[in-house]
């Protein structure tokens, strides 16, 4: 949530240029963490609207210092009609693309156009300068008859928590104009200190019952816890006079032995970071060797499909390998019929000699 410009206004101030990508890097996050799209920060102001709307029914809202428009988008989802501004040139232009036709870059200091039924301000006029935060006061107040309001008592080392102030001295300028805290609204769901004001004409007697009515129950609150604690501390004090009856003798002793044992203690703690430590070293040794393991793993699955391939190529030598031996059998049974048949006279040979003899 940011503030408003510098130019034109005595004192301590921010500028658009502080709530650059750098604050919100730095504060929420950088990036896409703060943004609509983020699951945490989008169930976050969901909630937050659903609760605001439940404790104040508003058909328009106005966000002052919306930032990048998270709960304007929230609101809308709700089904009001919201807008938001904020000083912020980068914000506006970071927001969610569904929501940035309902932002408009301005200082919170200027005044509203138009009224609505609620204005919310979470966290935003701690970071202007006290003139400039009066002047938004009146903007709001004149823009509506119910403003959620929250701005930081506390985190005065914040660079840009330039006009810090108590709850009361908010809710006494929120008087001024006329606007009254409702007692009996609980908003510790946004901040510790986030609180509703309401346009009211109250009778110094109505203010006073309404403030007593939540005053009287912390007091009696404060007044019970301080009485327990007392309590528990007249029952330390009985307990170590029980314990220490010679005037602290024991005390001291139990003392010492408390010191020895956080001594132990610490040493024990070194001992296991020391185990810790040789765990982590040996655990890095298992993960080497079982790298090893799979490499070789690997190398021998490799050499396996490799005997595989070699056995299968052998099989198939074999079978050509018998093929041809077949083959070599077969010609040699017909080099032998054909050696024998060279052997054997020859037909021709027969019938030459038969006819011869005829001839005689």
């Known amino acids: 949530m940011s503030g408003t410009s510098s130019t034109g206004s005595p004192g301590l101030t921010t500028s658009s240029e502080d709530y650059g990508p750098a604050y919100y890097a730095s504060h929420l996050g950088g990036g896409d963490a703060y943004s609509w799209d983020s699951d945490s920060w989008r169930e976050f102001f969901t909630r937050m609207a659903r609760r605001i709307l439940d ?26 009609d919201a807008h938001g501004t904020d000083i912020s040139e980068h914000a506006v232009e970071a927001s969610h693309p569904d929501v940035r036709d309902r932002l408009r870059v301005r200082s919170a200091s200027e005044p509203i156009d138009g009224r609505v039924d609620l204005v919310t301000c979470i966290e935003v006029l701690e970071h202007m300068a006290p003139d400039q935060a009066l002047d938004a006061l009146d903007a709001m107040c004149g823009a509506t008859d119910r403003i959620v309001f929250s701005s ?19 809710a006494a300028w929120f008087a001024d ?3 009254f805290r ?19 004409a109250l009778s110094s007697r109505e203010v006073v019952d309404r403030y007593e009515s939540v005053i009287g129950p ?31 003798d024991r005390v001291e002793a139990l003392e010492k ?37 799979r490499r070789l793993q690997g190398r021998e699955k490799r050499l396996s499909e490799r005997k595989v391939s070699q056995q299968k190529r052998i099989t ?18 017909q080099l032998a019929e054909h050696e024998a048949a060279a052997n054997r006279p020859s037909l021709v040979r027969r019938a030459v000699r038969k006819l011869r003899g005829i001839g005689r």
Do not use: Y
């Open 218 to 248: 912390l007091v009696g609150e404060t007044l019970a816890k301080r009485e327990a604690l007392l309590a528990a501390h007249r029952t330390i004090a009985e307990l170590r006079e029980q314990v220490a009856p010679d005037g602290g």
């Open 257 to 293: 032995e408390v010191l020895e044992a956080r001594h132990a203690q610490l040493v024990n703690r070194d001992h296991v970071v020391g185990i810790e430590a040789e765990v982590g070293r040996q655990n890095a040794e298992i993960l080497r060797l079982n790298g090893a393991l």
């Open 182 to 200: 409702r007692t009996d609204v609980d908003l510790g769901f946004i901040t510790p200190w986030a609180c509703m004001f309401e346009r009211a």
């Open 316 to 333: 198939a030598l074999q079978r050509k390998l018998d093929a041809a031996r077949k083959r070599n059998a077969a010609l040699t049974r």
């Open 55 to 80: 404790v104040s029914p508003a058909s328009t809202v106005l966000d002052v210092g919306c930032g990048k428009g998270l709960l304007v988008q929230a609101f809308v989802l709700a089904g009001t």
């Open 152 to 170: 930081s008592p506390v985190d005065r080392a914040e660079p840009t928590h330039v006009n810090v102030h108590e709850t009361h001295q908010w």
């Open 177 to 179: 104009r006329g606007f």
